[in-house]
Nanobody
Framework: QVQLVESGGGLVQPGGSLRLSCAVS????????MGWYRQASGKESEEWIG????????VYIDSVKGRFTISRDNAKNTVYLQMDNLRREDTAVYYC????????WGQGTQVTVSS
């Protein structure tokens, strides 16, 4: 059974930075494309925000392009989301999964951007 454990969230002021981690057990991040998603309060479903392919290529939605960076550490079997220049509208619970939502969702990690 694959398990996803997200961490690194917290409260940050607008313009600040956070790095989220997604530790994967039961599967290899090096051989799977991985994505980051977020669900804002009151929204019914998760929003895909970006992915990294098994080849290391990345793609993002326009609203985070240039501010967010996805990377991975194959040795740690972990995927990261570096978030810079955070905005209030980035407030959400953040999750990782494959682009096909192959695995059970983790618990997510809360990111709150507020002054």
């Amino acid at each position: 059974q694959v398990q996803l454990v997200e961490s690194g969230g917290g409260l940050v002021q607008p313009g600040g930075s956070l790095r989220l981690s997604c530790a994967v057990s039961g599967a290899s991040v090096s051989s799977n494309a991985m994505g980051w998603y977020r669900q804002a309060s009151g929204k019914e479903s998760e929003e895909w925000i970006g992915s990294i392919t098994s080849a290391g290529n990345t793609v993002y939605i326009d609203s985070v392009k240039g501010r967010f960076t996805i990377s991975r550490d194959n040795a740690k079997n972990t995927v990261y989301l570096q978030m810079d220049n955070l905005r209030r509208e980035d407030t959400a619970v953040y999750y990782c999964n494959t682009p096909f939502l192959t695995w059970p969702w983790g618990q997510g990690t809360q990111v709150t951007v507020s002054s």
